[in-house]
């Protein structure tokens, strides 16, 4: 797996077996009469690939909502581990977020969490007049949802781990009750070829944040000019119509095309597919090689002259360089700065990107996290985890208004609101 500081080295800087078992809660979410639902995911396996879960637990750690043989319940939310899989586009959020939580730092970190007389967080005004500045950050964002602060460091109310693989196992993973958080960077309807309708009856589309998936090409084409393409330069690329550099207008480059492509069943290549050809299933003659992770697009990208590639935006660097691309007649630009640039929610690569959780079948009142997945969701849901988790790793952070939109699905199950003002 990829640490969070590797990826932060690499960011371009512009210039269980089956469903989870419904736990219905008593009591624990205060004014709002809401239950949640507590229940575990089994098969910890599923989730292997982080380092981030110092502070342990597993998939049998005892969960205080479960059920007796009895039938009878116990008040207090789970505190099994919280396990997410899926997406490398998604990774940099998911797991920086799991890295903080299984910190549960103090306040006074202020590089980290709450702040000090150096340094503050992003959003940490409005945190800390929620009441903020008293507690840990995992102890924080878990009151939300009816637990009570561990007040100890390194040691979060439940702990979380991420595993890394793509956006199709991780749909998958979730929607089989394998892991509790399935990171997506595409519609799971594309990648499971569901229905609208099937997928909002079995998950909830929690969307984090979006990324203006670049088109990027290896230093020997940058340097021989090559800073835009056009759309139509790049479907002819890939459905193997311009097999050189020579072939496009404006461009004197003789070097054959190395055409890179990430793995069938991954959401960048599904929302590529979507967005570029017109299709999740458009065919794509002329790629030369894919792979499953966005690291070894990037990796394969830095090696090999003549090539170009498909990407998030978290893995660009000096080797792989995002080039600007004409979509007819409007030019979208690298620069967060420019009058229209990939950063923008019209550039036509944009994409959301998503941590679906489960829709319980038996949950009366409908709900579609447990207590664990809601705080965890909850913690990206604000100025402070827009700032740290999505913009932190080269991503763009939501409008207000879909950021309130998502926040008041999480709040649905909440102790209490933490609406943006």
Not at 206 to 229: E, H, I, K, T
Not at 269 to 291: C, H
Request: aromatic share 8%.
């Amino acid at each position: 797996a990829v640490s969070p500081q590797m990826m932060s080295e690499r960011n371009w800087v512009d210039g269980g077996v089956s469903r989870r078992k419904v736990l219905i809660t008593s009591g624990a979410l205060g004014t709002t009469g809401l239950a949640g639902c507590g229940g575990q995911s089994g098969g910890s396996e599923a989730s292997s690939g982080s380092d981030d879960s110092d502070s342990g637990g597993s998939d049998e750690s005892a969960s205080s909502s479960e059920s007796d043989d009895s039938g009878t319940e116990s008040s207090g939310p789970s505190t099994a581990l919280l396990n997410a899989e899926g997406s490398s586009t998604v990774y940099p959020i998911s797991n920086t977020g799991s890295s903080y939580w299984n910190s549960n730092a103090p306040p006074s970190d202020g590089e980290y969490w709450g702040a000090n007389d150096e340094s503050s967080v992003p959003g940490w005004d409005q945190l800390s007049s929620d009441g903020a500045g008293d507690m840990l950050i995992a102890d924080y964002f878990a009151s939300k949802f009816g637990y009570e602060p561990s007040e100890q460091r390194s040691s979060p109310p439940f702990p979380t781990t991420v595993g890394l693989s793509h956006s199709g196992t991780g749909c998958e993973a979730v929607t089989e009750g394998l892991v509790d958080i399935g990171n997506s960077s595409g519609p799971i309807t594309a990648e499971l070829g569901w229905s609208e309708e099937e997928a909002q009856n079995t998950v909830v589309d929690n969307v984090v944040g979006r990324d203006g998936q670049p088109v990027v090409v290896s230093s020997d084409v940058a340097d021989a000019g090559v800073s835009q393409l056009t759309g139509e330069d790049i479907r002819g690329i890939y459905q193997d119509e311009i097999t050189n550099w020579n072939q496009i207008d404006g461009i004197d480059y003789d070097q054959e095309i190395y055409a890179i492509g990430r793995a069938e069943g991954s959401g960048t290549d599904t929302s590529f597919r979507l967005n570029m050809l017109g299709g999740a299933d458009a065919a794509m003659p002329g790629v030369d090689t894919r792979f499953g992770q966005n690291q070894q697009v990037a990796q394969a990208v830095a090696q090999n002259d003549g090539a170009v590639a498909y990407m998030a935006l978290a893995f660009t660097g000096p080797e792989v360089t995002p080039i600007a691309i004409d979509f007819d007649g409007t030019l979208y630009e690298t620069s967060r700065d420019a009058e229209n640039t990939i950063f923008d929610s019209e550039y036509p690569l944009n994409r959301d990107l998503h941590m679906y959780t489960l829709i319980e079948e038996n949950n009366p009142d409908g709900g579609g996290y447990d207590q664990r997945e809601a705080a965890f969701v909850n913690m990206f849901l604000n100025e402070f985890g827009q700032s740290v988790f999505v913009e932190g790793n080269n991503y763009i952070p939501l409008p207000t208004s879909d950021l309130e939109s998502m926040k008041e699905q999480v709040s649905s199950v909440a102790t209490e609101d933490l609406l943006m003002p």
